[in-house]
């Protein structure tokens, strides 16, 4: 008999569909004849950290649950990237994942195929993400734009290296100037203009 850990979750605005899920996957569960070992609710947008589904993923890392059945993927994973990650890490643990109106059981032969598809997107996602941010960045470069963080004034440098003539501690010149060491360090280590 197979465990299986339950896993439900709403954005603050849809609260009223919880129990529902709840109550059909454990029916599903019920019919699978998988007892439910682990039930998590969580509450809360795709953006915000999902810390009830990590505590069913240290279940499945401590062998307590052998499959988790959610509602939907786009209730178990922030992006196609984050959910082919989770569903890796599951399937290196042995622990199967099934989405209840997706029918998305990988753990049938067909399923496991139709996760190593997401794995492809998921690689696909990200090359075209990464091919975006480094046309944006070229684009930036040749109209002449600078990139990075803006250079501090010249009169922080010389209030800078006024303090340090004055035995002062570059920790200390940072909290009065209300800039990080890290650029205190740089500033005094630039020559004069």
Known sequence: MLRVGIYARVSTLDQQTL??????LRDYAGKRGWVVALQVKEVGSGVSPREQR??????????????????????????????VSTLQELTDLGVGFVSLTE?????????????????????FERDILRERVRAGLDHARNIGKRLGRPPLPAA???AARK????????????RQLGIG???????LARKKV
């Open 19 to 24: 129990p529902m899920q709840i109550r059909a």
């Open 54 to 83: 990590q505590q069913l993923i240290h279940a499945a890392r401590r062998r307590e649950i052998d499959v988790v059945l959610v509602w939907r993927l786009d209730r178990w994973g922030r992006s196609v990237a984050d959910l």
């Open 103 to 123: 029918a998305l059981d990988f753990t049938t032969p067909v399923g496991r195929a139709m996760a190593g598809l997401l794995a492809v997107f998921a690689a």
């Open 156 to 158: 922080v440098a010389a």
């Open 163 to 174: 303090l340090l003539s004055d035995g002062i501690s570059k920790s200390e010149i940072a």
């Open 181 to 187: 060491r890290t650029s205190v360090r740089r500033l």
